[in-house]
């Protein structure tokens, strides 16, 4: 039994050496230790204790295999740790996992290929160092002579394998066991979309009689409001915001007509956990709000709006594909499987264009990007390619703060994406300002949340612990816009928000008033009071570091 003792400390010691290089939390560690442990000392306990002729050889296989999983799990781990600043549990890491698709997930083993490469050889080196280590214990061992296992072992066995049932009795152990971690995961995802699915039925048929919304429209007879929602896009990259490169010369040329707010930040790192507190009455300090409450969509509809849903995006995208089936007109122009597709953003141009002509008075039109979503350089055509090799301050900075070559290009690509979609939200633009000057207009553009590419660190992608992943554009344009002075004007752009407000600033843009209206979160809005803003869970403050 002595030998056994010695195989488990042994491989807990790996499950040490990924908590000791911050491949797992010590939470995650810790419990990951006692489920091996248990499992090793009752399982293979009870086996060796009732040892037979083969007994020997199956306890060998059982701590293999069982280490083996165990250490995959823990590189995993690791490598979400890294690529989304959070352990795979929340919403966000969920979705992003599970809401994916054969193409998406080609692309993302593309993108991050470096970091995929780094944490399998972490996976190698452990076990392949601690596997090693236990065939030489088992050399040691053949050489003592053995003792038969007495009545205080097998009781010892028993109790352990008792005690690895009771640890699965308990929901938290349970689910961190590395067997069950990825099905129950699953399990949990599934359970959520349907339970989107059908709140969202049940918010569809309140609209027969949403007389309790208390909706009214207070504005002219005709109206206009478009609402452009990027993906992945950091406002550190556009030069609107100050970037020494030339990545948004069309918005640059604009500046004038353009409010530009300089102090907005995403209230999550992924699509669907921001998008839905953007687009509902859910926020952060009430993340499930939506499941009772009318989104945007449906207030606009109450208050006589024909709705468009114009998305480069797939239809069936989980959450997202069941508030865009809410729209009374919807076009999904990319055929592909999802956002692996490089179908490029300037293809919404016409049925943008569509729905500028519909002849409703009032009219709100989603227009969702693909933006710079990674991989950055399936986001533009070639004659985009403008920062390429670009040796200019941008790059001397990045070399100078130790960015790798690869983190480097990235950033190439990834500024490419922002220009081009510089001539998209340009383009956008113009096309409102030509069309029906007649009635009063209104284009809002944000980003569903930002970028990590090489800002803070050697990564390039999705981030919860950079806030980079948090930082992003917002900026109106309207032609109604009332002239102001340009410190009133100043004042209002530096104005500090969180865009799990943003449906209130969109419902005084839709000139709607609802129970669900505060003008308190309308950035546009008199009466507008900033209030402490989050990323992570962590209080956020614009320009102090981020802690980790």
């Not at 499950?15 to 090793?40: G, I, R, T």
């Not at 556009?238 to 209230?267: E, Q, W």
């Not at 403008?386 to 900075?397: R, T």
């Amino acid at each position: 039994m002595l030998i056994l003792f010695f195989r488990v400390l042994l491989s807990l010691a790996g499950l040490l050496l990924f908590f000791l290089f911050d491949q797992l939390s010590a939470n995650e560690c810790l419990k990951l230790c006692v489920l091996l442990a248990a499992f090793l000392l009752g399982i293979g306990g009870m086996l060796h204790a009732w040892r037979s002729s083969t007994s020997a050889g199956v306890v060998t296989v059982l701590v293999r295999i069982v280490v083996s999983v165990f250490y995959l799990d823990a590189a995993i781990k690791g490598f979400l740790r890294g690529y989304f600043g959070m352990r795979p549990n929340p919403n966000a890491v969920l979705q992003a996992m599970f809401a994916t698709d054969q193409a998406e997930t080609g692309e993302f083993f593309l993108h991050n290929s470096i970091a995929l490469a780094q944490s399998a050889g972490w996976f190698v080196l452990v076990t392949a160092a601690v596997l090693l280590a236990d065939r030489q214990l088992l050399r040691w061992q053949a050489a003592r002579a053995s003792r038969v296992p007495g009545v205080l072992q097998k009781s010892f066995a028993a109790s352990m394998a008792v005690f690895l049932v009771l640890l699965h009795v308990n929901t938290t152990m349970r689910r961190e066991n590395p067997a069950l971690f990825w099905p129950l995961r699953y399990q949990q995802y599934s359970a959520q979309l349907d339970a989107m699915k059908s709140m969202q039925h049940a918010l569809t048929a309140a609209m027969a009689a949403p007389r309790d919304w208390h909706v009214r429209y207070v504005g002219e007879d005709a109206r206009t409001v478009i609402l452009v929602i990027g993906e992945s896009t950091n406002r550190a990259s556009m030069s609107l915001y100050g970037y020494p490169r030339a990545t948004t010369p069309r918005l640059d040329a604009m500046r004038a007509k353009l409010l530009v707010f300089n102090d907005v930040i995403s209230p999550a790192s992924s699509t669907v956990e921001s998008m839905m507190t953007m687009l509902t009455p859910a926020d952060i300090g009430n993340p499930d709000a939506w499941m009772a409450k009318p989104n945007l969509l449906m207030l606009a509809e109450a208050a006589g709006y024909k709705t468009f849903w114009v998305s480069n995006q797939t239809r069936n995208d989980g959450w997202i594909g069941l508030l865009a089936g809410e729209a009374d007109e919807s076009d999904f122009i990319n055929y592909g499987t999802g956002r692996g597709e490089n179908n490029f953003d300037g293809n919404l141009f016409q049925p943008f264009a569509h729905a500028l002509r519909d002849d409703a008075p009032k009219k709100l039109i989603v227009v969702h990007l693909l933006g710079a979503h990674p991989s950055y350089d399936m986001r533009y055509p070639s004659r985009f390619a403008h920062f390429d090799k670009a040796q200019d301050a941008v790059s001397v900075q990045m070399a100078s703060q130790g960015r790798s070559g690869w983190i480097r290009n990235q950033r190439d690509e990834y500024d490419n994406a922002i220009r081009y979609g510089d001539y998209v939200l340009g383009t956008l633009i113009g096309m409102a300002e030509k069309a029906k000057t007649d009635r009063a207009a209104s284009l809002l553009f944000v980003s569903d949340h930002g970028q990590e590419v090489g800002y803070s660190r050697n990564h390039a992608g999705h981030s919860a612990s950079d806030k980079s992943g948090y930082e992003i554009p917002m900026l109106i344009w309207s032609n109604r816009q009332a002239p102001q002075s340009t410190a009133a004007r100043a004042a209002l752009e530096s104005r500090p928000y969180q865009t799990d407000k943003l449906d209130a600033t969109v419902l005084g843009l839709l000139k709607i008033e609802t129970r669900y209206y505060a003008a308190h979160d309308d950035i546009l809005s008199g009466g507008f009071q900033p209030v402490q803003r989050f990323m992570n869970g962590l209080q956020y403050q614009r320009g102090a570091a981020l802690a980790r």
